[in-house]
Nanobody
Framework: QVQLVESGGGLVQPGGSLRLSCSASGSIFSINSMGWYRQAPGKQRELVALIRLGGRTNYADSVKGRFTISRDNAKNTVYLQMNSLKPEDTAVYYC????????WGQGTQVTVSS
């Protein structure tokens, strides 16, 4: 079992920045990939960014060049630096851990509005 604790969401103006963090504990030896998904009202959950054990990353086209995912393996923590935020980035952001089993965080709200 893996427990995930997320932090860093909030309200920000368009063009602003936020940094999300997600720390994993428990059966962390089984983690292969870590990342972030998001779900806006009335929409399906979508991949935002993923980082694999070897460091390879994937990003949604809509966030390329604005968001950066990173991972501190010593702390079992994944970060999502979000710059140049847009109103369409407003969503609940969920931390994801992939391995033999997949785990999800409780979600953190990100609201981009003036």
């Amino acid at each position: 079992q893996v427990q995930l604790v997320e932090s860093g969401g909030g309200l920000v103006q368009p063009g602003g920045s936020l940094r999300l963090s997600c720390s994993a504990s428990g059966s962390i030896f089984s983690i292969n990939s870590m990342g972030w998904y998001r779900q806006a009202p009335g929409k399906q959950r979508e991949l935002v960014a993923l980082i694999r054990l070897g460091g390879r990353t994937n990003y949604a086209d809509s966030v390329k060049g604005r968001f950066t995912i990173s991972r501190d393996n010593a702390k079992n923590t994944v970060y999502l630096q979000m710059n140049s935020l847009k109103p369409e980035d407003t969503a609940v952001y969920y931390c994801y851990v992939g391995g033999p089993r997949n785990f999800w965080g409780q979600g953190t709200q990100v609201t981009v509005s003036s």
